[in-house]
Each structure stands twice: as C-alpha cells, then as structure tokens.
C-alpha cells in the first residue's frame, strides 16, 4: 500500500498529466466534439471540455497506477484492457450525467451512455498503446545490436577484473564512478562522453549526474517530495524534477508498467 501512495503521489505531483489536461482542454475546445463547436459559445464550451477532460485524467491516471500494482506481471496488453475497461465503467457515468445537465442547458446534444463507454473505452486503449510506445521507445533505442554498439565502449575502459554488467554511473567532481556487478571504478573523463560510451546498454539518464541500467532497478523511494530509484544492490539514486517526468513513463515509478 505505501508503494501505491508513493506511485500515485509521483504521479500527480508530476507536471506532465496538468500540462496533458491544459493542452487538451484547448484541442478538444476547438475542434468541439458531439456538435459542442456549433451549439455553444467559446467560453461555456471551455468549460465543459476543460471539466471532462480533468476528471478522465484524474480518474485514467488513478485506476491505471493502481491497476499496474494488483496487476504485477501480468503482461502490458493485459494491463491496459482492464485498465481500459475499468475507466470506461468508473468514468462514463459521472461523464454522461454532467453532460446531459451542462448540454441540455447550452442547447447540445449529450451523448448516450453506451455511446460514451464506447468511446472512453478506445480513448483508453489508445492512450496505453502510446504510453507503450513511449516507454519502450528509449529502451529500445539503447539497445541496438550493431557489433560496434554490443561491444560497450565505456567496458573496455575499465579493468579486466572489473568489467561486467554496467548498473550505474555517477558523476563525482572530474570522475566518473561506475559500478558493475563486480565493483566501482572510477574514470578521469567527462560525464558526458561516458553517457555516449554506453551504448548497448538498455538504461536512462535519470539525474544530470546519474545514469542507471533498467535492469539494475528494484523500485523507487519516495522521500520529503523527492524521488529515489533502489537498486538492487540497495543504494539509491536521486531522480531530478527535468528526468521525473521520463522516468515515470518509462514505467520506474508506476509498479510494473
């Protein structure tokens, strides 16, 4: 239960859902869905989208992080159509009520219930396919199997009885430390060259001077509003508010997305 609060808290104090639910609210104000655009003015259109899109991110992205910690290991497709259907029950009924209250009075037609499960349902599913593919995205684009890729560049620079699994680099002053699953090394070079040296490896940046290896990734640790990834050998690495947002959609703060 702590790990649920700690993921729904990450969550709704990251900036990117309020930012989805600006921009989107300004879209959908527009484009006027269910003849929104001919029957109302701007400003009662505003709100109506700008109040249904709110409670669909609000509600989506509740059920979904909840859903991914009961759901552990079940596979990403599965996830999403529970996830998908449970939003469509939980969020069509408030959704077609404020609709038929607030259209009837601007002179617009509300959609029917049927009609809006519908719909929430395969918004939903299209959402976790672009959450899929967004989260695969840099893993995928770290792991490319090139022979000059697979050899690891940053691995050869470290001692014979050192070189192994890369879990993590840390910028420390003009070194750079990395740990394998051998020990720490530490190089005279630029944290940035390093970065560019761990091709092959599926990992992320996740602070300006922190870089881990997914696999290496047990959990996450939230502490006095600050986020931390656990490794597995028990350390933990400071997650910066500019990598937050990457790292929670790439599944590290959200159980097992």
Known sequence: MTELKEAL?????????????????????????????????????????FVV????????????ITLSHLMKGFPYWQLTLVTAA?????????????????????????????????????????VGTVRWLLREAPWRASSATTPEIRSVRLIE???????GPILRCSA????????????????????SDALAEL????????????????HAVSGHLLEKGRVFLKLQDGSLIPVSRNFRDNVAENGLLGGSE
């Open 9 to 49: 808290w990450a969550a709704f104090f990251s900036r990117k859902p309020w930012l989805i639910w600006a921009v989107l609210s300004v879209i959908v104000t527009f484009l006027g869905p269910f003849g929104t655009y001919t029957d109302m003015p701007l400003v009662p259109r505003f709100i109506y989208w």
């Open 53 to 64: 899109v709110g409670v669909s991110v609000v509600i989506g992205m509740t059920v979904r």
């Open 86 to 126: 449970a939003v469509s029950v939980i969020l069509s009924g408030p959704l077609y009520w404020f609709s038929q209250f607030y259209l009837s009075m601007n002179r617009s037609a509300a959609p029917v219930l049927q009609e809006l499960m519908f719909i929430v349902f395969n918004v939903s599913v299209m």
């Open 157 to 163: 620079r470290l001692e014979p009885e050192m070189q």
């Open 172 to 191: 420390v002053g003009h070194l750079v430390e990395v740990q394998t699953d051998k020990g720490v090394s530490k190089l005279r070079m630029r944290f």
């Open 199 to 214: 091709d092959g490896i599926a990992g992320m940046q996740v602070h300006r001077s922190h870089w881990v290896s997914r």
